[in-house]
């Protein structure tokens, strides 16, 4: 566990062994529930689990998902580690990306990445989760701005990513 507070936790509690189960299996930070959702909550006040681990445990509870299930699920999955897709289907996602993004997105995208460099030079660690909260929002809006047959065409390319036949690189 990362803190002295976390250390020194009783590790035989069912909460405290999913935590480590938790942190064991996704290293610094679960995909789905981030750090700065966990930091927006706690300077708004709707969460009081100031450790960040107990909190994904909670938010999966009540997503109705248990956490060795969610371990057990990444462990299947491995065809979500960068290196186990090729990278001709790396460069034909971008591509696809990049082609349909409108120049609004573009521009709200590159804004957030500026935003974030200021932030790193400023060194506050609070405005730098705004920032890069901010980017991930550029993101995730122009990938909602896509229209259904890109996003189709998309699901294509990682479909025929998901086949065996397909020669892995780095490995």
Same mark, same amino acid.
């Given at each position: 566990?990362?803190?002295?507070?976390?250390?020194?936790?009783?590790?035989?509690?069912?909460?405290?062994?999913?935590?480590?189960?938790?942190?064991?299996?996704?290293?610094?930070?679960?995909?789905?529930?981030?750090?700065?959702?966990?930091?927006?909550?706690?300077?708004?006040?709707?969460?009081?689990?100031?450790?960040?681990?107990?909190?994904?445990?909670?938010?999966?509870?009540?997503?109705?998902?248990?956490?060795?299930?969610?371990?057990?699920?990444?462990?299947?999955?491995?065809?979500?580690?960068?290196? &186990? +897709?090729?990278?001709?289907? #790396?460069?034909? !996602?971008?591509?696809?990306?990049?082609?349909? %993004?409108?120049?609004? *997105?573009?521009?709200?995208?590159?804004? &957030? +990445?500026?935003?974030?460099? #200021?932030?790193? !030079?400023?060194?506050?660690?609070?405005?730098? %989760?705004?920032?890069? *909260?901010?980017?991930?929002?550029?993101?995730?809006?122009?990938?909602?701005?896509?229209?259904?047959?890109?996003?189709?065409?998309?699901?294509?390319?990682?479909?025929?990513?998901?086949?065996?036949?397909?020669?892995?690189?780095?490995?």
């Amino acid at each position: 566990m990362n803190s002295k507070l976390d250390a020194n936790r009783q590790t035989s509690s069912p909460m405290a062994a999913a935590m480590a189960n938790l942190e064991a299996a996704f290293g610094a930070e679960h995909p789905e529930y981030r750090r700065a959702e966990h930091q927006r909550e706690i300077e708004r006040g709707d969460t009081r689990l100031w450790t960040y681990w107990e909190w994904v445990v909670h938010q999966m509870e009540a997503a109705g998902i248990s956490p060795d299930t969610a371990i057990v699920g990444t462990k299947q999955v491995l065809a979500t580690d960068p290196l &186990a +897709i090729p990278r001709d289907i #790396h460069k034909r !996602l971008f591509a696809r990306y990049i082609a349909n %993004l409108t120049l609004a *997105d573009a521009k709200e995208i590159f804004e &957030a +990445i500026e935003g974030c460099w #200021h932030e790193q !030079l400023n060194g506050n660690k609070g405005s730098q %989760l705004k920032a890069q *909260d901010r980017e991930v929002q550029a993101v995730s809006a122009a990938v909602d701005h896509m229209l259904t047959h890109d996003l189709g065409a998309i699901d294509g390319i990682l479909a025929a990513a998901a086949k065996p036949s397909a020669p892995v690189v780095g490995r």
